[in-house]
């Protein structure tokens, strides 16, 4: 059995495999990268070669053109491929359309890298499969106890709710552009919601793709065009980037009540901050809850914690018998969801 | 419990006054009695718990919770109560969780030993939200910007009543307040206000603008001098006695001096000042060493005794008043108030003009430097609640003053580098229902040190949000600071958002006292400019 430290290693580049020659998540360009899901702060540019599911190629794509890397190999999930010798499979990570949590085996030890990932339903993704490991190198997002992610079929009524006391404002939430917004329209439409949704601009290509890749969103429209009468009426439902309800882009709209759909609004004090009258605790990271029932699905003897509060979970880990550390990877944004 | 704790999330989030009236009302329109009794007593400050400390959460949660995992949590979250109420084992939401009505009666019951128990297992009933709220409630620091005034609007436009009908009755209810719901909902009768010396909404005045005056006769109006104190109605009935702030707050507790010296039967509205009628008239600054306090030591009483200037009558014996014209009330006002101690209660004296001119020429040379302006009020004119735009005007004196609200607070230089020194202010405008503060200017003197400690400290507790030196303050229609603001004059600017530039601004005092709703509006400095400033600064 080979030591974890020598099957997976971090480097300034990334989550460095020696054996297999590849990176996981690389935040430099290099040779060759293996990427989780799409989000900006995974799926950079300018690699020589790109392994990932096709949604993250395709994502990728959008986001970066047709020249993202220098050549692209599509993972399908469940499917083992032999890199120099060491045994790579990709597995679904629930938590945006594409995002996979990517297992490395040789020597019989097995580490599983999950990426970004939640347990919880979302209409728009694979959920997350767990997987027996030696290591388990984890998020941790919202690891402090006391991140409880609701149900977020509850958040999306709150919302609708609120429509129904506040008829004449227009609901702009915010969501990021890549998953929430797209699994908050879904939620929407799960909950009978049938009237058109109105959408930011930067939020169309990736809803065109969700919608090509299956993902029914049901009636989409520009938010801003160049016709008056085509503008979201009051008492719409507008989807923006979180920077864009409390900017001036969101004061041209009816009497505007900002909302914003993130992990983050559990935290009174987080939404205050932000302007938000109507926070919606959706996240598309596990909770405390889910971090925790996660380790413990996963069997792993030891734990790698990365991206987020490390400290609180590598001491639960510790409490809980289990070897457990921070992985300092360089790069991760704690705000990104 | 949890529509409970649903509409203190929503109300702490909702800035504007309208939207949070609307929240109110569709909150007593839904909940049933005598949860939302409970709701608005919890709200209006109607509800105690002395058995619960907050101290005695800290203990609950550490036995429940790693005390690393906890430190890592509060230092994360800030907030005691929100971090207990998060990190809280247990599952979110269960079907058997305790109704408001039940979480009131259980706190209300408990003994402080049983109380660490009781408290426990409301929280191990509700939802995270829900929790909060309990433990909010429990301890009383719901801060949801809702003042009382707030919750009586509410309740008038959830009943289609007059907020006055509703501010009249209020010291005679008490929680869960089901016979004023049934009224509302055209159910019962009107409550009868049982309770002896309850609030009489009191009757206020505008400023007065250049315009108003060419358009009135004179010897239609009578002229009381303004004084610098605040503005109170004191009565007693049946041996209870009460003495409110405008808004109808009980404020009682801080005057026992006053209080002891109330042997009347009757209803009086005068301004609150410190000193001795027969010698001596103290400042603002001299009362507010009386204002705010829970306790009043006998130094106090004996360095800074306060008294009242009366200005009008409301009642008298079991007789009201308040129908009867102005001339009418003055006269029984006087008689009144000869028959009371002449320590603790005197006549605002009038004063005699016949053209503006020489109103003018008095209120600019005021005997008395407590004198802040004049009040001008028309003869014939009954009390009436509310500020009835006609009857009666105020016209202070120079240097020109306005209620303004702080807005900004940015950190001073040299020996005042550690404080938030300088100060901008707004003044209301936009549409009266949902106006918007804007600013029209900055000071950065006029106050002590003591004062200058405590505006840093309300800038610190009340900060929205930082760029850099500067931080933002709370300021909406329902909760913030007032300032008094002194200027030398205006002109009009376009480099201003307000359109307006103001000379020499100062801080003229601060009114910890007054609601920012009834701060001035745009239009009142508008109504100040040149062509009204040539009139006035004839001194
Ligand atoms: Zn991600
Ligand atoms: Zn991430």
């Known amino acids: ?337 | 419990m949890e529509r409970f704790a649903e509409l203190l999330d929503r109300l702490v989030l909702t800035p504007s006054r309208n939207g949070k009236l609307r929240l109110l009302t569709d909150y007593f329109a839904s909940v049933p009695d005598p949860d939302r009794g409970f709701g608005l007593a919890g709200l209006t400050g109607g509800l105690d718990f002395p058995a619960i400390k907050p101290a005695m959460l800290r203990t609950l949660v550490e036995e429940r919770v790693d005390p690393v995992l906890f430190a890592y949590s509060y230092d994360y979250v800030g907030d005691l109560a929100e971090t207990v109420s998060l990190i809280w084992p247990g599952e979110a939401g269960r079907a058997d969780a305790p109704a408001l009505s039940e979480v009131v009666e259980r706190l209300s019951r408990t003994s402080r030993s049983e109380a660490p128990t009781v408290m426990a297992r409301l929280l191990d009933g509700l939802s995270p939200s829900g929790r909060f709220a309990a433990i909010k409630l429990a301890t009383g620091g719901l801060r949801v910007g809702v003042s009382a005034r707030l919750a009586k609007q509410a309740l008038a436009s959830f009943g289609d009543v007059e907020v006055q009908e509703i501010e009249e009755l209020w010291h005679g209810l008490s929680p869960p307040f089901t016979a004023l719901f049934a009224w509302l909902e055209d159910k019962g009768p009107k409550p009868e206000n049982a309770a002896k010396a309850p609030f009489r909404p009191v009757m206020l005045s505008h400023a007065v603008a250049e315009a108003d005056l060419p358009a009135i006769e004179p010897a239609t109006y009578a002229a009381e001098w303004k004084w610098d104190g605040i503005r109170v109605q004191a009565t007693a009935e049946d041996g209870v006695r009460r003495l409110y702030s405008r808004t109808g707050d009980d404020i009682s507790g801080a005057f026992p001096d006053l209080m002891e010296a109330m042997d009347f039967e009757g209803t009086l509205d005068g301004e609150l000042l410190v000193g001795d009628p027969r010698e001596r008239t103290g400042t603002f600054s001299d009362l507010q060493q009386r204002l705010n306090r829970k306790t009043v030591s006998r130094a106090m009483l004996a360095n800074y005794p306060v008294f009242i200037r009366c200005y009008d009558l409301l009642a008298s014996g079991a007789r009201d008043t308040r129908a009867l014209p102005y001339t009418e009330r003055r006269e029984l006002l006087e008689s009144f108030v000869r028959e009371l101690p002449p320590d603790r209660f005197d006549l605002s004296p009038t004063v005699s003009f016949r053209s503006w001119q020489e109103l003018d020429e008095k209120r600019c040379n005021p005997p008395h430097p407590v004198i802040e302006g004049v009040m001008l009020k028309k003869k014939d004119s009954p009390y009436l609640p509310g500020r009835p735009k006609g009857p009666w005007f105020k016209w202070k004196r120079d240097p020109f003053t306005v209620d303004a609200v702080l807005m900004y607070a940015q950190r001073g230089h040299g020996k005042r580098s550690s404080f938030y020194s300088d100060y901008t202010f707004g003044v209301w405008t936009g549409p009266a229902e949902d106006p918007t503060l804007v600013p029209v200017g900055k000071a950065y003197f006029g106050f002590t040190d003591e004062e200058l400690r405590q505006i840093d400290k309300y800038v610190r507790d009340n900060t929205v949000e930082r760029f850099g030196p500067v931080r933002s303050v709370r300021a909406d229609r329902s909760h913030g600071l007032v300032i008094e603001v002194a200027f030398e004059g205006l002109a009009r600017s376009s480099r201003h958002k307000s359109g307006i530039a103001m000379r020499f601004p100062r801080i003229s005092r601060l009114r910890w006292d007054k609601p920012t709703h009834e701060a001035d509006r745009l239009e009142t400095l508008e109504a100040m400019l040149p062509t009204a400033m040539a009139a006035a600064s004839g001194k």
């Open chain 1, 1 to 337: 059995m080979i030591r974890p430290h020598d099957l997976l290693r971090s480097r300034p580049e990334g989550l460095f495999c020696p054996g297999g020659g590849f990176y996981i998540d690389p935040v430099r360009p290099v040779e060759r990268a293996l990427i989780t899901h799409g989000h900006a702060d995974h799926a950079r540019a300018g690699h020589g070669s790109v392994l990932a599911t096709r949604e993250t190629l395709d994502i990728m794509r959008i986001r970066y053109g047709e020249g993202f890397a220098g050549a692209v190999q599509e993972a399908q999930l469940g499917e083992t491929l032999n890199m120099n010798g060491v045994r790579v499979t990709f597995h679904p990570a629930g938590h945006v359309l594409g995002s996979a949590q990517i297992s490395v085996e040789t020597g019989g030890t097995r580490i599983v890298a999950s990426g970004d990932y939640k347990r919880s339903r979302d209409p728009t993704c694979a959920p997350f499969e767990p997987i027996r490991c030696d290591v388990f190198i984890t998020e941790a997002t919202f690891a402090l106890p006391v991140f409880t992610h609701p149900d977020a079929a509850g958040e999306v009524a709150r919302l609708l709710r609120s429509l129904e006391q506040f008829p004449e404002r227009t609901h702009i939430v915010g969501a990021y552009a890549l998953g929430k917004a797209q699994r908050v329209i879904a939620l929407l439409r799960e909950a009978d919601y049938d009237d058109t949704i109105y959408i930011h601009g930067a939020l169309e290509k990736l809803c065109t793709y969700y919608e090509a890749a299956g993902v029914s969103l049901g009636p989409l429209q520009a938010a801003t065009v160049e016709q008056s009468d085509a503008a979201p009426p009051a008492g719409a439902i507008i989807i923006a980037p979180p920077a864009a309800i409390d900017d001036r882009w969101s004061r041209r709209f009816s009497d505007p009540l900002a909302s914003f759909a993130s992990g983050w609004m559990r935290i009174r004090q987080r939404a205050r901050q932000r302007g938000v009258e109507l926070p919606l605790i959706i996240s598309d990271h596990a909770d405390w809850t889910e971090l925790t029932a996660t380790i413990r699905d996963t069997q792993a003897a030891e734990v790698w914690v990365t991206h987020g509060r490390e400290e609180a979970l590598v001491r639960w880990c510790e409490i809980n018998g289990l070897a457990a550390r921070p992985l300092h990877l360089a790069g991760y944004e704690d705000e990104a969801e």
